[in-house]
Protein backbone atom coordinates (compact mmCIF):
# COMPACT_ATOMS: atom_id res chain seq x y z
CA UNK A 1 0.00 0.00 0.00
CA UNK A 2 1.63 3.40 -1.03
CA UNK A 3 0.56 6.56 0.59
CA UNK A 4 -0.54 9.17 -1.99
CA UNK A 5 1.17 12.54 -0.48
CA UNK A 6 4.32 11.21 1.41
CA UNK A 7 5.08 7.98 -1.31
CA UNK A 8 5.71 5.93 2.40
CA UNK A 9 4.90 2.43 1.98
CA UNK A 10 3.24 -0.12 3.94
CA UNK A 11 4.46 -3.62 3.24
CA UNK A 12 2.03 -6.42 4.76
CA UNK A 13 3.64 -9.15 2.59
CA UNK A 14 6.13 -9.69 5.96
CA UNK A 15 2.64 -10.24 8.20
CA UNK A 16 1.11 -12.70 5.13
CA UNK A 17 1.32 -15.53 7.00
CA UNK A 18 0.93 -14.32 10.82
CA UNK A 19 -1.98 -14.83 12.42
CA UNK A 20 -2.27 -12.12 14.96
CA UNK A 21 -3.78 -12.85 17.92
CA UNK A 22 -4.77 -10.32 20.89
CA UNK A 23 -7.51 -9.81 23.56
CA UNK A 24 -8.71 -8.86 27.04
CA UNK A 25 -10.33 -10.92 29.97
CA UNK A 26 -13.48 -12.19 28.66
CA UNK A 27 -12.47 -12.09 24.42
CA UNK A 28 -9.84 -13.12 22.24
CA UNK A 29 -9.63 -11.61 19.05
CA UNK A 30 -7.43 -13.56 15.91
CA UNK A 31 -6.33 -11.11 13.28
CA UNK A 32 -5.06 -12.55 9.70
CA UNK A 33 -4.19 -9.71 7.54
CA UNK A 34 -4.93 -9.49 3.63
CA UNK A 35 -6.45 -12.58 4.01
CA UNK A 36 -9.44 -14.51 5.33
CA UNK A 37 -8.44 -17.48 7.05
CA UNK A 38 -9.45 -16.88 10.51
CA UNK A 39 -12.38 -19.64 11.62
CA UNK A 40 -15.18 -20.19 13.36
CA UNK A 41 -16.66 -23.63 14.42
CA UNK A 42 -19.47 -23.12 12.47
CA UNK A 43 -17.16 -22.74 9.23
CA UNK A 44 -17.75 -18.58 9.18
CA UNK A 45 -14.27 -17.22 7.85
CA UNK A 46 -13.51 -14.04 8.48
CA UNK A 47 -9.60 -11.53 8.37
CA UNK A 48 -10.51 -10.78 12.08
CA UNK A 49 -12.72 -13.37 14.66
CA UNK A 50 -13.99 -12.66 18.56
CA UNK A 51 -14.41 -15.76 20.53
CA UNK A 52 -15.87 -15.73 23.74
CA UNK A 53 -13.24 -17.38 26.81
CA UNK A 54 -16.00 -18.13 28.68
CA UNK A 55 -18.34 -19.47 26.06
CA UNK A 56 -16.58 -21.48 23.13
CA UNK A 57 -19.65 -21.45 20.89
CA UNK A 58 -19.61 -17.76 20.64
CA UNK A 59 -17.46 -16.99 17.81
CA UNK A 60 -18.24 -13.88 15.48
CA UNK A 61 -16.75 -12.60 12.43
CA UNK A 62 -15.45 -9.15 13.29
CA UNK A 63 -14.53 -8.15 9.23
CA UNK A 64 -13.67 -9.67 6.28
CA UNK A 65 -10.66 -8.93 4.18
CA UNK A 66 -11.66 -6.54 1.41
CA UNK A 67 -9.41 -5.47 -1.34
CA UNK A 68 -10.33 -2.48 -2.40
CA UNK A 69 -10.50 -0.30 1.52
CA UNK A 70 -7.13 1.43 1.28
CA UNK A 71 -5.45 2.55 3.97
CA UNK A 72 -5.00 6.14 5.21
CA UNK A 73 -1.58 7.12 6.98
CA UNK A 74 -0.87 9.98 9.00
CA UNK A 75 2.71 11.32 8.94
CA UNK A 76 2.83 12.49 12.65
CA UNK A 77 2.80 9.36 14.13
CA UNK A 78 3.75 7.37 11.14
CA UNK A 79 0.46 5.53 11.64
CA UNK A 80 -1.66 3.46 8.45
CA UNK A 81 -5.22 2.63 9.17
CA UNK A 82 -7.33 0.51 7.70
CA UNK A 83 -11.60 0.62 8.43
CA UNK A 84 -13.32 -2.27 7.73
CA UNK A 85 -17.38 -2.06 8.44
CA UNK A 86 -18.15 -5.43 7.13
CA UNK A 87 -18.06 -7.97 9.58
CA UNK A 88 -21.30 -10.05 10.83
CA UNK A 89 -24.53 -8.52 11.26
CA UNK A 90 -24.72 -6.89 14.79
CA UNK A 91 -28.02 -6.36 16.33
CA UNK A 92 -29.12 -3.97 19.48
CA UNK A 93 -30.99 -1.39 20.50
CA UNK A 94 -29.50 1.02 18.23
CA UNK A 95 -30.62 -1.59 14.78
CA UNK A 96 -29.08 -3.90 12.99
CA UNK A 97 -25.59 -2.98 10.67
CA UNK A 98 -22.10 -5.02 10.10
CA UNK A 99 -19.41 -4.70 12.88
CA UNK A 100 -16.87 -2.38 12.65
CA UNK A 101 -12.93 -3.07 12.56
CA UNK A 102 -10.55 -0.14 12.56
CA UNK A 103 -6.82 -1.88 12.36
CA UNK A 104 -3.96 0.78 13.25
CA UNK A 105 -0.23 -0.09 12.13
CA UNK A 106 1.99 1.92 14.13
CA UNK A 107 5.89 2.46 12.63
CA UNK A 108 7.96 1.31 15.62
CA UNK A 109 11.67 0.34 14.23
CA UNK A 110 12.43 -1.19 18.13
CA UNK A 111 9.56 -4.10 18.21
CA UNK A 112 10.60 -7.24 18.71
CA UNK A 113 9.85 -10.16 16.07
CA UNK A 114 7.45 -8.53 13.16
CA UNK A 115 4.94 -7.04 15.28
CA UNK A 116 3.98 -6.14 18.73
CA UNK A 117 -0.26 -6.03 19.69
CA UNK A 118 -0.75 -2.72 21.34
CA UNK A 119 -4.70 -3.23 21.73
CA UNK A 120 -7.18 -5.77 20.62
CA UNK A 121 -10.61 -4.82 21.97
CA UNK A 122 -14.28 -4.52 21.55
CA UNK A 123 -14.11 -0.42 22.20
CA UNK A 124 -18.20 0.10 21.70
CA UNK A 125 -20.78 -2.29 20.93
CA UNK A 126 -19.97 -4.05 17.98
CA UNK A 127 -17.17 -1.66 17.15
CA UNK A 128 -13.58 -3.20 17.42
CA UNK A 129 -9.89 -1.96 17.45
CA UNK A 130 -6.81 -3.65 16.74
CA UNK A 131 -3.78 -1.86 17.34
CA UNK A 132 -0.34 -3.06 16.27
CA UNK A 133 2.98 -1.94 16.44
CA UNK A 134 5.43 -2.91 13.33
CA UNK A 135 8.98 -2.12 11.92
CA UNK A 136 7.01 -2.76 8.57
CA UNK A 137 4.85 0.45 9.08
CA UNK A 138 8.28 2.56 9.24
CA UNK A 139 9.04 4.50 6.40
CA UNK A 140 11.87 3.06 4.26
CA UNK A 141 11.26 -0.37 5.82
CA UNK A 142 11.36 -2.81 2.92
CA UNK A 143 10.32 -6.58 3.07
CA UNK A 144 12.34 -8.58 1.06
CA UNK A 145 12.30 -12.46 0.51
CA UNK A 146 15.46 -14.60 0.68
CA UNK A 147 16.51 -17.97 -0.72
CA UNK A 148 18.78 -19.94 0.39
CA UNK A 149 21.49 -21.42 -1.89
CA UNK A 150 24.20 -22.57 0.61
CA UNK A 151 22.72 -25.93 0.24
CA UNK A 152 24.12 -27.92 -2.71
CA UNK A 153 20.87 -30.08 -3.38
CA UNK A 154 18.73 -26.71 -3.69
CA UNK A 155 17.67 -26.16 -7.16
CA UNK A 156 15.08 -23.90 -8.89
CA UNK A 157 14.12 -25.43 -12.12
CA UNK A 158 11.63 -24.16 -14.39
CA UNK A 159 9.90 -25.46 -17.30
CA UNK A 160 8.34 -24.38 -20.47
CA UNK A 161 5.30 -25.89 -22.18
Given at each position: ????????????????????????????????????????????????????L????????????????????????????????N????E?????????L??????????????Q????????D????????????????????????????????????
Amino acid sequence: FMDSNTGNILYLDALQHATIVGGDSEYTYHYTPCRNTGSCDSGALGMCIQTDLNNEEVCVVVAEWDASIQPSYEDDDQTWTFQYSNGDICENEGGSYPRDLTVYYKCDPDVEGDYQVEIAAEIQDCIYEFRINTKWACPGEIYTTQFSTSEPDDEISFSYG
